[in-house]
């Protein structure tokens, strides 16, 4: 995310969550990102994108980008696992078209 947060001009932040490994514990979390304002949240992990997509039909002024498998709809893009730098690279993109950056 920081390689990303060079290459685009947006700004990056990390929120970790702590407690129980359970969407239930992680959807706080992600309300948070969307309470600060975020453009777009990246989630990574079965139990963030999980919470991402709890969230993300009621927050269509978002847009989450999540790494892993499943459907992408409206406002939530999947950038499917593969390796470190195939999903960097992906990532880098989506944010590149996603903020309108280069």
Do not use: H, W
């Not at 290459?7 to 702590?18: D, E, I, K």
């Not at 359970?22 to 304002?37: D, F, G, I, K």
């Amino acid at each position: 995310m920081q390689e990303a947060s060079r290459s685009t001009r947006v700004r990056v932040s990390f929120l970790p969550a702590t407690g129980p490994d359970t969407r239930a514990n992680v959807v706080p979390y992600v309300n948070s990102l969307v309470q600060e304002q975020c453009s777009v949240v990246v989630a990574v992990g079965a139990t963030p994108v999980q919470a991402v997509r709890a969230v993300a039909p009621r927050q269509k002024q978002v847009r989450f980008v999540v790494v892993g498998d499943g459907p992408g709809s409206a406002n939530v893009s999947v950038v499917r696992k593969g390796d470190q730098s195939e999903v960097r690279d992906r990532i880098r993109g989506l944010l590149t078209s996603l903020t309108g950056t280069s």
